[in-house]
């Protein structure tokens, strides 16, 4: 006869062996995992009415933890990411959405009218994650994503299918250093470009340095040099009156800030949730 686990016996093996491994969120990873390939709701582990025998089942949920003990980001071992309020597969290609990320959104969100119908452009797309919610608010907006990577458009043109927006996004490859591509011009401008030093890329955990794309977080200039292009190069994509919003480094913001005045009638820092100074909005 097979061994017999229920849901919450895996949840506390799964969890004592990934905090010995140095994983912090190692009970709620554990979690995720269980519920993932019992596909079952979290709820669930706890009534532990789960019993399981099946051995392809239970690979399946120990080759993971495996995974997640070597320091695979979560988000990679089960191939999605939810992401303000969608799911999104995320994957090697492209950096993972960050949480914080979801605030830009809303940032953005809190400055457009209800049923907006304009058009937006996200610099640095990624896996889509920004360009794809604003798409889902927006559903009469015109929104366009573009990358350098060849792997971030392929993964942001699945997201796009996925979330069936293929109507109004579109994804393509443009290098804002050194593009040839005429875009055209827009209402609103959003960027979560590369802003990490090297010394600040070093200091990652292993999840980050050794899985999310090096390109997608390193900037040159001790972090500030793409920030300041697309600062430099947004007047001249922006309708009048055209709305840009940045996520920036915590230390960037006084520096970008006197950069923007420079080139718009009103620029503000916004603060995260935990009161850092983590975004920048500016309209021409
Ligand atoms: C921090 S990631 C953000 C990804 C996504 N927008 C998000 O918020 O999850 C920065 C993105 O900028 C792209 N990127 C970096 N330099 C670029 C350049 N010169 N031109 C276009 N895209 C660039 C990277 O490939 C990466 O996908």
Same mark, same amino acid.
């Given at each position: 006869m097979n061994e017999q686990f229920s849901a919450l016996e895996i949840l506390r093996k799964s969890s004592t062996f990934l905090s010995k491994k140095g994983i912090k969120s190692a009970k709620i990873d554990a979690e995720w995992i269980i519920?993932?390939?019992? &596909?079952?709701? &979290?709820?669930?582990i706890y009534l532990d009415k789960h019993i399981i025998s099946d051995e392809e089942t239970l690979n399946k949920i120990r080759h993971a933890i495996s995974r997640r003990a070597k320091r695979e980001p979560l988000q990679h071992i089960l191939g999605y990411v939810e992401f303000h309020g969608i799911m999104l597969k995320c994957d090697k290609r492209a950096l993972i959405p960050r949480f914080e990320t979801e605030q830009l959104v809303d940032l953005i969100s809190s400055n457009l009218p209800v049923g907006f119908q304009g058009s937006i452009l996200d610099f640095g797309t990624g896996s889509g994650a920004i360009i794809i919610s604003l798409a889902k608010i927006y559903p009469h907006a015109k929104c366009l994503g573009i990358d350098k990577s060849v792997n971030c458009i392929s993964l942001a043109k699945e997201n796009v299918i996925l979330n069936k927006c293929d109507q109004? =996004?579109?994804?393509?490859q443009y290098d804002w250093n050194n593009s040839s591509i005429y875009l055209d011009? =827009?209402?609103v401008i959003v960027a979560n470009p590369p802003y990490l030093s090297e010394k600040e890329w070093l200091d990652t955990e292993p999840e980050v340095k050794e899985h999310d794309p090096k390109d997608a977080l390193l900037s040159r200039k001790e972090g500030i040099y793409d920030l300041e292009k697309i600062i430099d190069i947004a007047p001249s994509l922006l309708c009048?009156?055209?709305?840009?919003a940045l996520e920036i480094g915590h230390n960037q913001s006084e520096y970008l800030l006197k950069m923007l005045n420079k080139h718009f009638r009103k620029s503000f820092? &916004?603060?995260?949730?935990?009161?850092?100074?983590?975004?920048?909005?500016?309209?021409l």
């Open positions: 519920c993932n390939f019992l &596909k079952i709701k &979290k709820l669930d109004h =996004v579109d994804i393509i011009r =827009v209402n009048k009156s055209g709305l840009l820092i &916004k603060k995260d949730f935990t009161g850092k100074r983590r975004f920048l909005l500016a309209m």
